[in-house]
């Protein structure tokens, strides 16, 4: 939310929409190689849907094709959309990744999370005042 609204103030709607979407198209790409990599390691899964292996990887050669067009034809915007998806690195690795933080850190996370839940209203009502009213 706040990377969005530093990108608008810096450039214009059409700048926005490029960048998310090469990060949209990379993420695309990217399920469909899972989609693969699940079908070839665990076949014996259960899948409600069960497609021949030739769809997923001709859209996966068309979309390499036009993931290899795009950052060609214009480097500057797919390189800000991989950074835009690299913040999110550091992120993983202090929230998800490091078990054993100190208690500081995790009430800082806490107070984080609590002020970025009330700042863009997505509170759940699992609990606390919210459920209390």
């Known amino acids: ?4 609204l530093v990108i608008m103030l810096v450039g214009d709607t059409y ?3 490029n960048y998310v979407s090469f990060i949209n198209y990379l993420c695309y790409g990217v399920t469909i190689i899972g989609l693969i990599v699940l ?3 665990k ?5 409600p849907i069960k497609v021949n292996l030739l769809i997923p990887i001709t859209y996966l050669a068309f979309w390499a094709f036009l993931l290899i067009f795009s950052l060609y034809s214009e480097p500057i915007v797919c ?8 913040t999110g690195v550091p992120v993983f690795f202090l929230g998800v990744y490091w078990r054993n933080k100190p208690k500081s850190v995790n009430k800082l996370i806490e107070s984080m999370t609590c002020w970025g839940q009330k700042l863009c209203f997505v509170v ?3 609990g606390g005042v919210a459920a209390e009213e």
């Open 1 to 4: 939310c706040m990377a969005t």
């Open 15 to 17: 700048t926005l929409i």
């Open 39 to 41: 079908r070839c390691k």
């Open 43 to 47: 076949p014996k899964i259960f899948r």
């Open 79 to 86: 390189g800000v959309g991989l950074i835009i998806i690299l």
């Open 124 to 126: 759940y009502p699992q």
